[in-house]
């Protein structure tokens, strides 16, 4: 079946440092692939996604690129804010599924 | 635009007693899913509906849990009698059918603690 295995949290920065999140997947056929970000108090939002092989995703500064051959979707940002503080879930959909496999989540605390 | 809203926020009850949660999509989104986060790991799904029909309820733990869709509309999760192992945050989500249908539109979710 489906999984996806993202880097145990949690994950503390300072703002302005770089940020990777580590995500990598199994799955059959050729998922979807989505970074959901929870702030505190909120839903789930969809950061951003990618679709096939070598699809680059990239929203408020974050990006991931959807890597086949190593079955990885790592998250990114060049310079984390204190905002960016919330937990960030890797997930996979499968398009005949109709249903989305999520990782266990990765907390993330960026302190001024 | 109302976004997907789900009822209660927090619930707290005691084993053995029945808890009804609810969620209403975003309008005209004839898909709704039901998740849940336990212990703080992975969110699993739990069914999916389309419309009034359950698509898909594979991830349904037990037969304590019933998921209804009256009318298409908003659903309710009920369990019945809850026990210890069913605390953790039950999340539903909506999307369109068609071409974007893989984008999820979450609600805030709702924390069941059963004591």
């Known amino acids: 079946g489906n999984s996806v295995t993202q880097m145990e949290g949690p994950v503390t920065l300072s703002e302005e440092a770089f940020l990777t999140i580590n995500c990598t997947y199994t799955?059959?056929?050729?998922?979807?692939l989505f970074w959901y970000v929870q702030y505190p108090g909120e839903g789930l939002q969809l950061l951003l996604k990618a679709t096939k092989a070598d699809d680059k995703g990239s929203n408020k500064g974050f990006e991931a690129t959807y890597r086949k051959e190593t079955t990885s979707f790592h998250l990114e940002k060049g310079s984390v804010q204190v905002s960016d503080s919330a937990v960030y879930f890797c997930?996979?959909?499968?398009?005949?599924?109709?249903?989305?496999?999520f990782g266990d989540g990765t907390t993330l605390t960026v302190k001024p | 635009e109302a976004g997907v809203t789900q009822f209660p926020s927090h619930s707290v009850i005691e084993k053995g007693q029945t808890v009804t949660l609810r969620c209403d999509p975003i309008s005209g989104h004839d898909n709704l899913y039901w998740y849940r986060r336990v212990m703080g790991k992975e969110i699993k799904f739990l069914l999916h509906?389309?419309?009034?029909?359950?698509?898909?309820e594979s991830g349904m733990p037990n037969n304590r849990f019933l998921a209804e869709r009256t009318g298409g509309t908003y659903s309710t999760l009920k369990v019945q009698p809850a026990e210890l192992e069913d605390s953790g945050v039950y999340f539903c989500a909506s999307s369109q059918t068609g071409a974007s249908n893989e984008k999820l539109f979450f609600g805030s979710g709702t924390q069941l603690s059963v004591l």
């Open positions: 997930a996979l959909s499968d398009r005949n599924a109709g249903k989305s496999t």
């Open positions: 799955a059959t056929g050729y998922p979807s």
């Open positions: 509906f389309v419309k009034e029909s359950k698509q898909d």
